[in-house]
């Protein structure tokens, strides 16, 4: 009746995630008994669960991506202690909870954090700079993101039902096939993945035909912002690599729950292919994650340099050269196989030629700033503090990409020490950045200043203070996934990493405040303009937050810099506004069906991990109807008449002019 | 925006080249390009997918762990019956396609249960080989070239179930709604999934079964 | 353990590419980051002696070298990889003084087998070997993959079921040195720590006579029961039985590890070992 699952999968004699998770469980009903005493469920139902508002998607995708930022930060404490005190004892973690812990923390960042708020932050952003009123797909973006919530609901799970994969987070066979991993941890980490990896398709699908299709009038390819065209590429990535990744897993799944012979030891499996395709898949990954990040410095240095983006066009070819290398690398993540010297020089060689598009970009925001008025708030502070950090991170990715060097650092600490100083510098930061530079847009007001700059310091400092001895350790011969250590010379560096990992933790603490301190000040935080940072692009161009429909009359772009271009324009016709004619505006409905289609995921994944095979017909079933009830439905848009876009637009007008005229000029 | 109702023709730096000409972007496209562009785009996607089982298959043609090899397996008559209903269905989509653009609903439901049931023979025939082979101890467990062959194999399979269920799903809603611009999106979406499967299965019939069947 | 203190021509050659490697890039990433922090630092909007230029948005000769910088430093730096990689290919011999020792080493879960099939010896968790002669190692696995890496020996290399590599090293002087597995294998992961006892050329044939007194065989039978999970707390040695007991591993004629014993139905312990 229900398969694998018995009372011993709860952890009872596991005090650690029992706790943690009794926690979290008791946290989530306390939020959610509030929510409904409180009778805020009909609003949270119909103004964001069922949303298909594209900007209401996003910031759920960066809240769901910060809930598991708290997540996946906490496994990285446990870790960063655990190594610091099991130096010649067994620390405080048992091996089957630190490899849990290490495979959960990797999965998370990369899966539930990481892709999440850029996902989120492209959703937010995209439609609104392009000047459009919604992306092309918007029941399916929701759709999307309620499955990318399902994985990491599923995730969560595995704390208190049953265990999480301890096979490091891509799950390499054989050692993730049925003979070496027979607990369900491995299906967990399996069906969240492919659970979620349909959402992020689905998201990357409904970007580039966002970018591609649907851009208002004059908005040429080269008139683009940036951040599009990151968006473009990483959203490209995600079409042409997360099949792979289904595909991968879907191969690790049926020899799990099949006996296939894709990667077993036996019947003549071979684990070469999953090595190349998982890596055909996670090269790229890193670039999907990485590319938007380079988008939003790209906006964030313009805009506080008070320039426009020094060599556009070189800016978008370097973009679409990593777009097209990045597929073309995947090799240098094992160089130590044994593939023989001219595969390995190829293939590091072509990872170095990587590194060029990467340092032109680099040098044009160099450039950028150069004859520029910068500003140092806190999303420019987050972007130097990228430049200088993610520099370093190159230095070392040239550095493991050549061969002989890689033969001693694969696999070490100084590699785990890159890749974070990347994803931290590179990703992490723009996250931040595109958070604290594009919230006023969403809520209506800024973000404290202080505390975004606290925030900043913090995690530059800890950054430095928890990696470098990372890389000293690998210096030192150290691998990385070790539960426990008999090295002298190691210890010291894991302590000064621990204390670097309390400075990271109260960055977070920063942030958290950061965010209660401006909505309790959010009357004097207030952007009544629209146009918080004196910006270039058309996101600025509307109300914060904008109108539901974004844009009264879809703006009609001559140039680069859209919004800087009208409001020069503006200036020299002294504010002489024609009366614009408004016309009605067709939005398309709200829609549950994301959130269902999710229910019945979430019931079919856990039931496929459970084995418990009634249960995911019952799931596979239902998610059908949801869809084919979806299709039956006659009216699928409404119509905001005329009469009440003028109403909003001209009170936004007067609002921006009141101002506009106290201040004396724009 | 009302600035933007009054900006005028200043080119700023949208040029700097000075090329000349620039074409003005005309505005968002049409929902029918859009949706049509977009599951295009999803099919490429899925087109990746099905690279990587046949690059898993590629590289496992060989391991047949003292098993059986592909030509004493494949019965070509079988795998040429499952060809010609495929492309048959594919010639049948395409009259539905032209019945729907028309109106045309007796030839719109004649064709689409003809694509229907010729999918539902290419599914049985197939699903009678899988047996016969399952039956002779030549199941996916058997060796890694069994479990690479079934599983590409079947995941075609998969897709033509899911497109029949598609298509009865297509059927019904015409039924029930006619030929509404959203259904017709619908259609064409259908169409394009249809004959990807076919463009799949020339490949599948061509490496799986032409070139896996050399001794 | 330090890479930057080698103790063989394999390790000496990779890590002299490693800083010569971080050398080049230095000189190229020292100036830029000066640059960023400089250049952010005087155009701050309070300075008022910086000149506000707010159309300097292209320049041809700026892209030229732009591009150019770090296309010549991959250039280099591709020369020094294709080179690299050829002359370190960790198949490629290492000439040494004295007749090469042949080692295979096969990972278990979760400890080290070293064959030494010309000297009929084999050991666990601790690999003797000549000063000054080539190493030639075979390697394999019995289960999952895992990584056998002697870092200051230079050049790790995976070990996978069914497969063989090969890696060829040298060890230059006398002492004790410690190797690892760099793979995550799973619980005994941290203890597939193992010895390396450098010792003298005269000595070797010392060692390899009295190890191969030990009353342990290991033969097809005795290897079974070393590939069950679990960690080795000692240094066992054997007198080894056949010398083609690795070809058997490696071909699969000896099916490999079996994996946790303990009953699966209890997910979350599942896989534990006696410790």
């Given at each position: 009746m229900l398969g694998k699952l018995t009372w011993s999968a709860i952890p009872f004699d596991q005090p650690i995630p029992l706790v943690a998770g009794g926690v979290v469980i008791v946290a989530l009903l306390a939020v959610l008994i509030w929510v409904v005493v409180k009778g805020h469920l009909p609003y949270l139902w119909r103004e964001w669960i069922t949303s298909v508002d594209h900007k209401r998607i996003g910031v759920m995708y960066v809240l769901l991506a910060s809930v598991m930022f708290l997540r996946g930060g906490s496994d990285a404490i446990l870790m960063r202690i655990q190594q610091a005190i099991a130096y010649q004892s067994q620390g405080y973690l048992p091996p089957e909870h630190y490899n849990q812990i290490f495979s959960a923390?990797?999965?998370?960042?990369?899966?539930?954090?990481?892709?999440?708020?850029?996902?989120?932050?492209?959703?937010?952003?995209?439609?609104?700079?392009?000047?459009?009123?919604?992306?092309?797909?918007?029941?399916?973006?929701?759709?999307?993101?309620?499955?990318?919530?399902?994985?990491?609901?599923?995730?969560?799970?595995?704390?208190?039902?049953?265990?999480?994969?301890?096979?490091?987070?891509?799950?390499?066979?054989?050692?993730?096939?049925?003979?070496?991993?027979?607990?369900?941890?491995?299906?967990?980490?399996?069906?969240?993945?492919?659970?979620?990896?349909?959402?992020?398709?689905?998201?990357?699908?409904?970007?580039?035909?966002?970018?591609?299709?649907?851009?208002?009038?004059?908005?040429?390819?080269?008139?683009?912002?940036?951040?599009?065209?990151?968006?473009?590429?990483?959203?490209?990535?995600?079409?042409?690599?997360?099949?792979?990744?289904?595909?991968?897993?879907?191969?690790?799944?049926?020899?799990?729950?099949?006996?296939?012979?894709?990667?077993?030891?036996?019947?003549?499996?071979?684990?070469?292919?999953?090595?190349?395709?998982?890596?055909?898949?996670?090269?790229?990954?890193?670039?999907?994650?990485?590319?938007?990040?380079?988008?939003?410095?790209?906006?964030?240095?313009?805009?506080?340099?008070?320039?426009?983006?020094?060599?556009?066009?070189?800016?978008?070819?370097?973009?679409?050269?990593?777009?097209?290398?990045?597929?073309?690398?995947?090799?240098?993540?094992?160089?130590?196989?044994?593939?023989?010297?001219?595969?390995?020089?190829?293939?590091?060689?072509?990872?170095?030629?990587?590194?060029?598009?990467?340092?032109?970009?680099?040098?044009?925001?160099?450039?950028?700033?150069?004859?520029?008025?910068?500003?140092?708030?806190?999303?420019?502070?987050?972007?130097?503090?990228?430049?200088?950090?993610?520099?370093?991170?190159?230095?070392?990715?040239?550095?493991?990409?050549?061969?002989?060097?890689?033969?001693?650092?694969?696999?070490?600490?100084?590699?785990?020490?890159?890749?974070?100083?990347?994803?931290?510098?590179?990703?992490?930061?723009?996250?931040?950045?595109?958070?604290?530079?594009?919230?006023?847009?969403?809520?209506?007001?800024?973000?404290?200043?202080?505390?975004?700059?606290?925030?900043?310091?913090?995690?530059?400092?800890?950054?430095?203070?928890?990696?470098?001895?990372?890389?000293?350790?690998?210096?030192?011969?150290?691998?990385?996934?070790?539960?426990?250590?008999?090295?002298?010379?190691?210890?010291?560096?894991?302590?000064?990493?621990?204390?670097?990992?309390?400075?990271?933790?109260?960055?977070?603490?920063?942030?958290?405040?950061?965010?209660?301190?401006?909505?309790?000040?959010?009357?004097?935080?207030?952007?009544?303009?629209?146009?918080?940072?004196?910006?270039?692009?058309?996101?600025?161009?509307?109300?914060?937050?904008?109108?539901?429909?974004?844009?009264?009359?879809?703006?009609?772009?001559?140039?680069?810099?859209?919004?800087?271009?009208?409001?020069?324009?503006?200036?020299?016709?002294?504010?002489?506004?024609?009366?614009?004619?408004?016309?009605?505006?067709?939005?398309?409905?709200?829609?549950?069906?994301?959130?269902?289609?999710?229910?019945?995921?979430?019931?079919?994944?856990?039931?496929?991990?459970?084995?418990?095979?009634?249960?995911?017909?019952?799931?596979?079933?239902?998610?059908?109807?949801?869809?084919?009830?979806?299709?039956?439905?006659?009216?699928?848009?409404?119509?905001?008449?005329?009469?009440?876009?003028?109403?909003?637009?001209?009170?936004?007008?007067e609002e921006r002019r009141n101002l506009v005229s106290l201040a004396g000029s724009v | 925006m009302a600035i933007a109702a009054t900006a005028g023709h200043g080119h700023g730096h949208g040029d700097p080249h000075h090329i000349g000409l620039v074409i003005e972007h005309p505005g968002p496209a049409p929902k029918r390009v859009v949706t049509g562009f977009g599951f295009w785009i999803f099919l490429l996607s899925d087109i990746v997918m099905f690279s990587c089982f046949f690059a898993a298959y590629a590289v496992l043609l060989g391991q047949t762990a003292d098993g059986p090899k592909g030509a004493e397996l494949f019965d070509q008559r079988n795998v040429a019956i499952e060809t010609v209903c495929l492309l048959l269905s594919s010639f049948t989509c395409g009259m539905a396609s032209i019945a729907a653009d028309v109106r045309n609903r007796l030839w719109f439901y004649l064709a689409m249960a003809a694509t229907g049931v010729l999918g539902l023979i290419f599914l049985a025939l197939e699903f009678r080989e899988f047996a016969a082979l399952v039956a002779r101890g030549a199941g996916p467990t058997r060796s890694a070239f069994l479990t690479a062959f079934f599983t590409l194999v079947g995941c075609h399979g998969l897709h033509v179930t899911a497109g029949i269920l598609w298509l009865l799903t297509m059927m019904a809603q015409v039924f029930a709604k006619g030929f509404r611009a959203d259904i017709m999106r619908r259609l064409l979406c259908f169409a394009l999934f249809w004959h990807a499967l076919d463009i799949i299965w020339v490949a599948v019939f061509s490496v799986v079964y032409l070139l896996g069947s050399t001794p | 353990m330090n890479l930057l203190d080698p103790q063989g021509p394999v390790a000496a050659a990779n890590s002299t590419i490693l800083v010569d490697s971080v050398a080049i890039m230095l000189a190229i990433v020292v100036p830029t980051i000066v640059a960023i922090l400089g250049f952010a630092f005087w155009f701050r909007e309070g300075n008022p002696r910086a000149r506000y230029q707010p159309d300097f948005v292209y320049s041809g000769r700026v892209e030229l070298v732009v591009w150019s910088i770090p296309a010549l430093t991959v250039i280099l730096l591709g020369g020094v990889a294709w080179i690299g990689s050829h002359q370190l290919d960790p198949a490629a011999p290492v000439p040494g003084t004295g007749s090469p020792v042949r080692i295979q080493a096969v990972s278990l879960d979760w400890k080290w087998l070293f064959i030494y099939p010309d000297q009929r010896i084999a050991t666990v968790n601790t690999l003797t070997v000549p000063a000054g002669a080539e190493l030639n190692f075979q390697l394999t696995s019995s289960s999952v993959m895992n990584v056998f890496f002697i870092p200051q020996l230079g050049s790790m290399i995976y070990t996978m079921n069914g497969m063989v590599t090969r890696l060829n090293l040298r060890a230059d002087n006398e002492g004790k040195l410690q190797g690892l597995s760099a793979h995550f294998s799973g619980d005994g992961f941290p203890d597939m720590m193992f010895d390396v006892n450098v010792i003298s050329q005269l000595a070797f044939p010392d060692w390899v006579a009295a190890t191969a007194k030990s009353d342990a065989v290991l033969n097809e039978e005795s290897y079974k029961k070393l590939m069950q999970q679990g960690i080795e707390a000692g240094r066992p040695v054997y007198r080894l039985d056949d010398p083609r007991l690795f070809d058997l591993i490696a071909t699969q004629h000896i099916p490999p590890g079996p994996g946790p014993q303990v009953a699966s139905d209890a997910p979350h312990s599942g896989g534990q070992h006696a410790r």
């Open positions: 923390h990797g999965t998370i960042m990369i899966f539930f954090v990481a892709m999440p708020f850029v996902i989120g932050l492209m959703n937010l952003v995209v439609p609104l700079q392009l000047g459009v009123r919604d992306v092309a797909f918007p029941t399916l973006n929701s759709v999307g993101f309620w499955l990318t919530a399902t994985g990491a609901l599923l995730v969560n799970l595995s704390l208190v039902i049953g265990e999480f994969a301890r096979t490091g987070w891509l799950a390499f066979p054989p050692l993730s096939g049925l003979v070496y991993s027979p607990g369900v941890g491995v299906d967990y980490y399996a069906w969240s993945l492919q659970i979620s990896g349909v959402g992020t398709l689905v998201a990357g699908i409904n970007l580039v035909t966002t970018v591609l299709k649907l851009r208002t009038r004059g908005m040429n390819y080269l008139r683009m912002p940036m951040f599009c065209w990151t968006t473009l590429a990483s959203s490209l990535l995600m079409v042409a690599a997360f099949p792979i990744l289904t595909a991968t897993l879907a191969m690790l799944l049926l020899d799990r729950y099949l006996g296939f012979h894709f990667f077993t030891n036996e019947a003549g499996g071979n684990v070469m292919i999953f090595m190349n395709l998982i890596w055909a898949w996670g090269h790229p990954e890193v670039y999907i994650l990485v590319l938007p990040a380079f988008g939003i410095f790209s906006e964030v240095v313009s805009t506080f340099s008070g320039k426009p983006l020094f060599g556009y066009r070189s800016m978008v070819l370097a973009t679409m050269a990593i777009c097209v290398i990045s597929f073309m690398v995947w090799l240098h993540h094992f160089f130590t196989m044994g593939a023989g010297p001219d595969v390995n020089a190829i293939f590091g060689i072509a990872s170095m030629i990587i590194a060029i598009p990467t340092g032109v970009k680099i040098y044009n925001w160099l450039f950028t700033m150069y004859g520029g008025r910068i500003r140092f708030t806190t999303p420019m502070l987050w972007s130097v503090g990228f430049m200088v950090t993610f520099i370093i991170g190159g230095l070392t990715g040239v550095l493991v990409a050549v061969p002989p060097a890689d033969f001693i650092l694969h696999n070490s600490m100084f590699l785990v020490a890159h890749f974070h100083n990347v994803i931290i510098g590179g990703v992490l930061f723009g996250a931040f950045a595109g958070f604290t530079y594009w919230f006023p847009k969403a809520f209506g007001f800024r973000l404290d200043e202080r505390w975004g700059k606290a925030a900043f310091w913090c995690t530059f400092i800890g950054f430095y203070v928890t990696f470098i001895p990372l890389y000293a350790a690998g210096m030192l011969g150290m691998t990385r996934r070790m539960q426990h250590y008999d090295v002298a010379v190691w210890r010291p560096w894991m302590i000064v990493a621990v204390i670097g990992m309390a400075i990271l933790t109260m960055a977070v603490v920063c942030q958290v405040v950061q965010l209660v301190v401006s909505i309790r000040n959010r009357e004097s935080l207030r952007d009544r303009t629209g146009d918080p940072w004196d910006g270039r692009s058309l996101e600025w161009a509307t109300s914060s937050p904008p109108p539901v429909f974004n844009f009264a009359i879809s703006p009609d772009v001559r140039g680069e810099d859209a919004y800087w271009e009208m409001k020069a324009k503006a200036r020299q016709q002294q504010f002489a506004h024609a009366q614009p004619e408004y016309q009605d505006i067709e939005m398309p409905r709200n829609s549950p069906t994301g959130f269902v289609c999710a229910f019945f995921a979430s019931i079919m994944g856990f039931a496929l991990i459970w084995h418990i095979w009634w249960m995911v017909i019952l799931g596979l079933i239902g998610a059908w109807a949801t869809f084919v009830v979806f299709a039956w439905r006659d009216h699928d848009e409404y119509v905001i008449p005329a009469a009440d876009v003028a109403r909003i637009d001209r009170a936004n007008i | - | -």
